[in-house]
DNA sequence: ATTTAGACCTGTCAGC
DNA sequence: TGCTGACAGGTCTAAA
């Protein structure tokens, strides 16, 4: 089954289920889609969305940023966003969906949407994501896809494949391509006077880094996550280029997941704890320096760093 | 022009 | 056990 864990989804996140899903749903027909929370779907409405999208083929799946895009057949595309907590699962054929408690609880519905129960012979339990499921596709050979989501924040799109540069227009280059230059990072950094990490979590300046890849990113370049982004020497830039790649491949290269085995490029070869060398890791020492990392707050996002690695607050105030 | 609070949502966990 | 408040990896919008 794909999606079993719940797994923040940043690039390395959405890679890795894209990956999934190319090996698993391309060539599959959509037989039917069924809506269980109306805001999840943002365009077109939704009675269209509900009647474009059946019978489509999936062609291909790509990752965009943090979007996970399945081409259709007809020259549409379904650009999904998982946000915080949104997420995909693969059922089998022969599942039930029980849509039962719409009428007997709608209070609870609300929140927890259909059951799915598996064929009587299985005896396995399956994860109670799916009670969170949002919306449905239904696939012609008899499985089901589900996009589940508790928080509600995830959003699904359907589009045109011509007009995908406009959706994305205001999107920054992707990180893992040619398109991310250190001499194009360098331009998006250049008048910018808000601090590294807000400008690290600016899409527009690098698509695909949320909040743990931001923090291990300026971790790695020695940045402190304040610094002004119009501060840093053209060496900097490079390290911190270099730091931004680094930490989204190993990622990757982990399945996608920030908790992991891990042997690591900045010290030792844990025994079996994450690769996230300061994220919610405050009060431990620093791989480094054993200084502990400290957590703080910026543009209302949880922030941790060493404060002895990334002290180099100071340039922020004389340039 | 930027920065920042608020909104969107539900679950979990610490502390009383 | 039950309640309360803080917190969660994202992003848009409106107000300061």
Redesign the pocket.
């Given at each position: 089954m794909i999606g079993d864990e719940r797994?923040?989804?940043?690039l390395p996140?959405v890679e890795y289920t894209a990956r999934q899903l190319r090996s698993a749903v391309v060539g599959s027909t959509i037989r039917e889609v069924q809506v269980f929370?109306e805001?999840t779907i943002a365009h077109p409405q939704l009675s269209e969305f509900l009647t474009e999208i059946a019978g489509r083929r999936i062609e291909g799946v790509r990752r965009r940023?943090?979007f996970l895009l399945l081409d259709l057949s007809g020259d549409l595309f379904l650009s999904i966003?998982r946000?915080?907590?949104g997420n995909f699962l693969l059922l089998p054929a022969d599942w039930e969906i029980d849509t039962r408690l719409r009428e007997s609880d709608p209070l609870a519905w609300?929140?927890?949407g259909p059951e799915f129960h598996p064929p009587a012979a299985t005896a396995v339990s399956y994860s109670r994501e799916t009670s969170?499921c949002r919306v449905c596709f239904e696939l012609a050979d008899g499985r089901y896809l589900l996009f589940t989501d508790?928080?509600?924040?995830g959003r699904i799109e359907l589009w045109p494949r011509v007009q995908e540069e406009a959706v994305f227009a205001?999107l920054g280059p992707e990180p893992l391509s040619d398109a991310f230059t250190v001499e194009r990072f360098a331009q998006a950094l250049v008048?910018?006077?808000?601090g590294l990490k807000?400008t690290l979590?600016d899409?527009e300046v690098v698509a695909g880094?949320?909040?743990?890849y931001a923090d291990e990113a300026l971790y790695y370049a020695c940045l402190h996550p304040a610094r002004r982004a119009d501060s840093l020497t053209p060496s900097e830039i490079r390290i911190l280029h270099d730091g931004i790649v680094t930490v989204l491949t190993l990622g990757i290269e982990h399945g996608g997941?920030?908790?992991n085995d891990y042997r690591d490029l900045w010290g030792e070869a844990g025994q079996n704890y994450n690769h996230v060398r300061v994220?919610?890791q405050e009060g431990k020492p620093c791989g480094r320096c054993n200084t502990l990392i400290e957590?703080i707050v910026i543009?209302?996002?949880?922030t941790h760093f060493c404060p002895h690695c990334q002290r180099t607050l100071v340039s922020a105030i004389t340039s």
């Open positions: 797994i923040m989804p940043e996140e929370w805001r940023g943090k966003h946000r915080m907590t609300k929140t927890r969170y508790p928080r509600k924040f205001n008048g910018r006077r808000t807000q979590l899409q880094i949320g909040n743990i997941t920030s908790f994220y919610r957590r543009a209302q996002r949880s």
